[in-house]
């Protein structure tokens, strides 16, 4: 496990439609939430923590 500085702390992803199975509110509630992005790209060259994607698809059982 790795601490301290060395953490992550987030990961954006937008999503460029407005037909979402799930809204940011509801991914907070959570502790996971699991799913795939389709076309997924980053959104800010040169840093790794923004993407932007074309659809969320959630995986399984979860609404």
């Given at each position: 496990?790795?601490?301290g500085q060395f ?13 979402h199975p799930i ?41």
């Amino acid at each position: 496990m790795i601490l301290g500085q060395f953490r992550k702390k987030a990961t954006q992803v937008t999503v460029n439609t407005l037909d979402h199975p799930i809204d940011n509110d509801e991914i907070m509630k959570r502790e996971s939430v699991k799913c795939r992005f389709e076309n997924l790209q980053p959104s800010r060259p040169g840093n790794p923590m923004y993407y932007k994607a074309d659809n969320i698809i959630l995986l399984g059982n979860q609404k």
